[in-house]
């Protein structure tokens, strides 16, 4: 059974950091394409950052880029996104995500973000 379950979101003062993990299960990363999601509330999903499983290029939306980075550690199959110089605007809940083979998605229950003074 597919499972990914992210941890490390909190409640931080804009301009600092966070570091995002996802622990997956019943698959190994790098075998689907990962990815990391983030929601408010009345809104759809928002797609952060990709890890692409053809040729493990990296990809950020242009909100994030340069400010957060995705990586993933394979012998302990996590998923990590490296937030820094949080704004206001990046508050929501972080999904780390992937699509298996099937194409059936896959996304874990999330974890919140807070930016606030």
């Known amino acids: 059974e597919v499972q990914l379950v992210e941890s490390g979101g909190g409640l931080v003062q804009p301009g600092g950091s966070l570091r995002l993990s996802c622990a997956a299960s019943?698959?190994?990363?790098?075998?689907?394409?990962m990815r990391w999601l983030r929601q408010t509330p009345g809104k759809g999903p928002e797609w952060v950052s990709i890890?692409?499983?053809?040729?493990?290029?990296?990809y950020y939306a242009p909100f994030v880029k340069g400010r957060f980075t995705i990586s993933s550690d394979n012998a302990k199959n996590t998923l990590y996104l490296q937030m820094n110089s949080l704004k206001p605007e990046d508050t929501a809940v972080y999904y780390c995500?992937?699509?298996?083979?099937?194409?059936?998605?896959?996304r874990g229950q999330g974890t919140q973000v807070t930016v606030s003074p």
């Open positions: 019943g698959f190994t990363i790098g075998s689907w394409d």
């Open positions: 890890i692409s499983r053809d040729n493990g290029g990296i």
């Open positions: 995500a992937t699509t298996d083979d099937i194409g059936y998605a896959h």
